[in-house]
């Protein structure tokens, strides 16, 4: 895999994204167009989530129950990311049923997909513990080259302006996705996988239809565990970045790390602007 540098951030229709080889390689306008013409198979599972929501790790479990297997996968999500692989047709390649995922907005999924109705993972995450988060990886990831000031970085998140664009954006155009189409998006939220992840998986298996006993569902509970998939789980952002030799996608995963950074007066603010652009929304988010 080869090591990147740093270039200048790839945009498209305002919204600033990191710079992928797909966009490195392709253009930011082209890169999305074909993921929202990518040629979905009726079995695709795709893993949509904001930055930091807990993509690797869901992508983990959907592997294992799909394959109904406890090892932690060789590869990773990176390799089947949308908007990060720069010819798609590679996917082809894949065996069904194929387990993606993208970071985009709803508004860019691929549009076979959304017609086969197909099955859409979607994981919340307290949005102050991925502020947090994604600040740090930001500083270090050399696909983001990102290192400012964490008053910088707030900032810049309250105004919307990181990668990928506002958090408020791309969570309720979730929402209206899943009452649009019913049935076909499963939200789940990574606090609760964190407090009770065979429950959680339990019902992930259902709506994947996917059977396996309550033997598998411990097995996979404790193989997908933060602290074992951080000692044994390869990280790919050690192979392409320039900034460090060691890799940084499994840094804590916490519930509450935000309480470490935000200021009295930042969380006044946060919380101010969360119960105005969330007000109509039916989800059920917790800031512990």
């Given amino acids: 895999m080869p090591v990147l540098e740093p270039v200048p951030l790839p945009e498209y229709d305002g919204v600033t994204y990191i710079s992928l080889r797909a966009f490195r ?28 929501a807990g993509v690797h790790w869901l992508d983990e479990i959907i592997t294992m129950l799909v ?17 990060g692989v720069p010819e798609l ?10 387990i993606l995922n993208t970071h985009l907005s709803f508004k860019y999924m691929p549009t076979k997909h959304v017609q086969n109705k197909g099955k859409i993972v979607h994981m919340i ?6 502020c947090v988060s994604l600040y740090h990886h930001a500083k270090r990831d050399v696909v983001m080259n990102y290192d400012v000031p964490w008053e910088t970085y707030f900032e810049k998140w309250m105004s919307g302006k990181v990668f990928y664009g506002s958090w408020y954006d791309y969570e309720l155009g979730m929402e209206d996705a899943s009452l649009q189409y019913p049935g076909m998006i499963h939200t789940c ?4 996988f964190k ?13 994947l239809e996917v059977t396996v006993s309550d033997q598998i569902l411990e097995n ?6 933060f602290k074992n998939m951080q000692s ?29 950074h935000f200021t009295v007066n930042q969380n006044n603010r946060f919380d101010a602007q969360f119960k105005e652009r969330m007000k109509n929304s039916k989800y059920s988010i917790t800031f512990e």
């Fill in 232 to 260: 044994k789980k390869t990280d790919h952002t050690k192979f392409v970045n320039m900034k460090e030799e060691k890799g940084f996608i499994y840094r804590k995963g916490d519930i509450g790390d935000w309480k470490t």
């Fill in 25 to 52: 390689e392709k253009g930011s306008e082209q890169t999305i167009k074909d993921v929202k013409e990518f040629q979905s198979r009726e079995t695709d599972v795709i893993i949509c989530t904001y930055l930091k």
């Fill in 125 to 130: 995450r307290n949005p102050k513990d991925i």
């Fill in 220 to 225: 996979i509970s404790e193989a997908t565990s």
């Fill in 89 to 98: 047709s590679v996917l082809d390649s894949l065996p069904s049923p194929r």
């Fill in 195 to 207: 407090r009770e992840p065979k429950t959680q998986i339990r019902k992930l298996a259902d709506f």
């Fill in 189 to 192: 939220y990574y606090e609760d």
């Fill in 67 to 83: 394959n109904k297997t406890t090892t932690l996968a060789s590869g990773t999500k990176g390799q089947r990311t949308l908007e």
